[in-house]
Structures are given as structure tokens and as C-alpha cells.
């Protein structure tokens, strides 16, 4: 069909955890300008189960850019060559005909590898778990409006909070460093009146996970941020560092 | 203490170290650029050796530059660390990188820059801090001034010390405004000037230092 696409994939493949992994070729062919990237590899895995092979074992869950499930670092660039977009939302016609693109899990020792482009994100959860959480009362919720909040901190509350914790920062960081993700995770409580409960603690408590789990320092390049696929800022990176020096001066 | 150890030996607390001793040098390099600017006077070198005269002698200055010296081994120190720390988190290479979509190539490229640096002041360090401090060469007749005139001759070392502004330059274009950042002074308000200063500081301070081993060996000055 006209304005369909044939592709050469280049895929690391890797058994699990322990075996090294190693890039297989694919030829691709027909592939629709409409398909996302991962119907793509949909396209392909239907072929390759046809054929009695192993399917690429790949993350996705929502389909729709808001689970964060999908994790494909395409071209040298987590979630491919489109700014503010998961793989699932990447659509073919962002390539040409004949195009060889090339496909890696996210690198990071904190995210080993399960299968293939699969790898293994709990250590965002035992960050979260460290001190991602605010100390609230149970019983009837209360009124919404009850609690006056600043504006400006609402709305930059809500931008943190927009993170889908798919690691895409991780993946692009130079470092590996997880810092606009756990910056994003601070910030979304530590704007908001009920996250000051547990504020001195919080940021000590997550970075200190944060660097056990194995994460890199941050080198401000500035790369997280673009690659984000919800835009997290590292304006966010900034407040996690006043939140954890204040706590380190002023907690007892 | 160990609260304030545990805290500089964080990832968080490894990157405020090196902002404050890279702010720390930043304020030197505005002293020393200032003073070797004298030579632009062309007055033979008179308010430059009264200002190196200055110095190498005030009991304040001579204090200051135990820290400076300090300042310097702790950022080399805590740079080499962060590099080592950081180059574990991915065991794993990626096959392909598209860096240049994301980021500078400078912002990614500051161990290597750091080195540079670090080669470069080891020349510059024997060329004049050696010659001054540490040695008997030091006089009316050979000042620190008539040493940069000779050391200049060498087109060998001209071009080593362009090299190392240029070096510095893009040290400083990602370093100042990176330094804010890492003591969490990012802020709509001040940081687009904060950036701006930044470059204006990389370029003014780089090129001034460039221009000076130019300028000798070229007899702009004498």
C-alpha cells in the first residue's frame, strides 16, 4: 500500500536478568503511517509467534500516554525522536521508509533487565515508599475547599504530580540519575499544606533510598527534563535540593 | 557531625560542594582576570607588578590563597568522585545516544573539561606561581611581568593557553549556572538573568584570559 513503510529493526534481546543480552535484525514491511510504535512491534511479535519464535517481551499497559508502563529507548532517545510523548503515543509516520531504527531497554544498574526491553522499575515504588506520603486522618473526607491553597502552588503541586514514573529520565540522564523523578515525587506533597507534616523527613528519606537503590548525581544537563514525556521540570530538582539542605541544617 | 558528613556524602550533597567551591573559584577568577587585565594599561607592566607585588605579599591574600588552593583540591576531589560514582550507573552502554537531542554537549562533557583544566593549570601553575612563589627569580630587574613576556615567545604555549581558555570557557558556560541549580536557587524570577550573567561571565572572563598570551606574542603590549 501506498505510504506504508519498511523498516530494519534492531532489537536487544536478552533471556533475563542474568544472561548478556545481544541485538537481533528484523526486517519489517507494510507498516502503516497510523500505527503506534508499539502496534508496530505488535506486527512483528504476530510474525514471530507465527513463525514459533520468542516474541520481544516489551512494557505496556494504558496504551493512551498515561500509565507509564512503556519504557523503549528508540534511536538513542528514550521514547523516540518526539518530544512529550510515551513510545505509545510515538506514531510511525515519525519515520521514513527504509529507516533502520534501533531499540534498547533503559540502561540504568538500578533497572536491571527482565526480558528483552523489559526492565525492572521497583525501585521507583521504594523510593516513593521511603517517604512519598502525607499523614492524613481517616474518617469522612473533608470539605474540598476547607483548606486555602495558593494558586500558583496548586498548579506547580499538579505539574509535579503529572509524572507517570515511566523512568524516561533515568534512561536519558547521563548519570542514570533518578532526580527529576524523585524531585517530582517531593515536590507534588512538599507544595501542598498537607504535605508538611512529614516535610523535614521526606526529602532525606527518599534520597537517601534514592542513592542505596543506585541512581547517578545529577549533572544539570538538562536532559531529563527535555525528555520528560509530561514535562516535569527541573525546576523541581532545585526544590528537592532546598528541601533536603534545609532538612540536613534544621532536623533533629 | 555524622549528619553533616552523611549529607555532603549524598548524591545531593556531592553536587552542593562542588557549587560552592565552584562559586568559590568563580569569584577568584573575576580577581585574577581583573588584575592580569592591567596589562592592557600598556604602561610596561607597572600597575600589573604593583598589583602582583600586592599579592604576593599581603598576609590577607597570602591566607586567601591556602583556601583557594583548598577550594581547588576539594572541587577536583569532589569531581573526581561524582565521576567515578556516576559512570557505575550504567553498566550497560547504550548502542546509540542521541545526546545533542536533550542537552549540550558541554553540560555532558564537565569531567572532561575539568581534566583539561586540571592539565592546563599544572603548565600555568609552573609557568608563574612556581617561578613567583617558589623560587629566588623573583626581582626588580625580572618581574613577574617580563617573565609573561618571555613565557609568551613560545607559539607552543600561546596555543596551549588558548586552548585552556577555551577549556575554561565552556567549564564556566555550564558551571555558573549549573552551580545555582544544585543550591536550588532556580527560580522564574532570577534565573533567566542568572543565566544570562553566566554567559556573559564564560565569554568575558575566557576571552580576556585568551587575549592576554595573544597580545605578548603579537607585541600588542610591552
Known amino acids: 500500500m501506498e505510504g506504508n513503510l519498511n523498516l530494519t529493526l534492531k532489537i536487544w534481546r536478552q533471556k533475563n536478568t542474568q544472561t548478556a543480552g545481544k541485538f537481533e535484525t528484523y526486517q ?36 493512551e500516554g498515561i500509565c507509564g508502563m512503556c519504557s523503549m529507548y528508540i534511536n538513542g532517545r528514550p521514547h523516540g525522536p518526539n518530544r512529550g510523548v510515551t513510545t505509545c503515543q510515538l506514531h510511525m509516520r515519525s519515520f521514513k521508509d527504509g529507516e533502520t531504527i534501533t531499540v534498547e531497554p533503559w540502561r540504568a544498574s538500578a533497572f536491571p533487565v527482565i526480558k528483552d526491553l523489559v526492565v525492572n522499575r521497583s525501585a521507583f515504588d521504594r523510593i516513593i515508599a521511603a517517604g512519598g506520603f502525607i499523614s492524613v486522618n481517616t474518617g469522612n473526607a473533608q470539605d474540598a475547599n476547607s483548606l486555602p491553597i495558593n494558586k500558583d502552588n496548586a498548579d506547580d503541586a499538579f505539574a509535579a504530580a503529572a509524572c507517570i514514573g515511566c523512568g524516561a529520565c533515568v534512561a536519558a540522564c547521563k548519570n542514570a540519575s533518578a532526580m527529576l523523578f524523585t524531585s517530582a515525587k517531593i515536590s507534588q506533597l512538599a507544595l501542598l499544606p498537607q504535605g508538611q507534616i512529614e516535610a523535614a523527613t521526606r526529602a532525606q528519606a527518599m534520597v537517601a533510598q534514592m542513592d542505596e ?36 541544617f534544621s532536623s533533629k | 557531625m555524622a549528619w553533616l558528613t552523611k549529607s555532603f556524602n549524598s548524591s545531593l550533597g556531592k553536587k552542593l560542594l562542588m557549587a560552592i567551591t565552584g562559586l568559590f573559584l568563580i569569584s577568584f577568577l573575576i580577581v585574577h582576570c581583573g588584575l592580569n587585565a592591567t596589562i592592557f594599561l600598556n604602561d610596561g607592566g607597572v600597575a600589573f607588578n604593583e598589583g602582583a607585588e600586592f599579592m604576593g605579599t599581603n598576609p590577607v591574600i ?67 606561581w612556581y617561578f613567583s612563589r617558589l623560587t629566588d627569580d623573583l626581582t626588580e630587574a625580572h618581574t613577574l611581568y617580563n617573565e609573561m ?38 527560580h522564574p524570577k532570577y534565573s533567566p538573568t542568572i543565566k544570562t550573567i553566566g554567559t556573559v561571565y564564560a565569554v568575558v572572563i575566557s576571552a580576556t584570559f585568551a587575549s592576554m598570551p595573544i597580545a605578548f606574542y603579537f607585541h600588542l603590549i610591552h
Not at chain 1, 514459533?52 to 494504558?62: E, I, K, L, M
Not at chain 2, 542537552?103 to 592539565?119: D, E, N
Not at chain 2, 596555543?159 to 541549580?181: E, R, T
Request: with cysteine; charged share 20%.
Open chain 1, 28 to 63: 519489517v514491511s507494510g507498516i502503516s503511517t497510523d500505527m503506534s510504535f508499539l502496534e508496530m512491534i505488535d506486527v512483528l511479535n504476530n510474525r514471530l509467534i507465527e513463525e514459533g519464535d520468542d516474541p520481544v517481551a516489551f512494557d505496556h499497559d494504558c496504551r
Open chain 1, 213 to 248: 537503590e543506585g541512581f547517578g548525581a545529577c549533572s544539570n544537563t538538562g536532559a531529563c527534563e527535555a525528555e520528560c514525556p509530561k514535562g516535569i521540570s527541573i525546576e523541581n530538582i532545585a526544590r528537592m535540593n532546598r528541601e533536603y539542605f534545609s532538612a540536613t
Open chain 2, 62 to 128: 597570602r591566607t586567601m590563597e591556602i583556601v583557594l588552593f583548598a577550594g581547588l583540591l576539594l572541587h577536583i576531589f569532589d569531581g573526581l568522585r561524582l565521576w567515578l560514582d556516576n559512570k557505575k550507573k550504567r553498566p550497560v552502554a547504550y548502542a546509540v545516544v542521541d545526546g545533542s537531542a536533550n542537552s549540550k554537549w558541554y553540560s555532558r562533557s564537565m569531567g572532561l573539561l575539568g581534566t583539561l583544566l586540571l592539565l592546563f593549570l599544572i603548565i600555568h601553575l609552573k609557568h608563574f
Open chain 2, 149 to 186: 613576556q618571555i613565557v609568551f615567545q613560545s607559539p607552543i604555549v600561546v596555543v596551549i593557553y588558548v586552548l585552556g581558555c577555551v577549556s575554561l570557557g565552556y567549564h564556566l558556560l555550564h558551571g555558573f549556572q549549573s552551580a545555582f541549580q544544585s543550591l536550588g536557587w532556580n
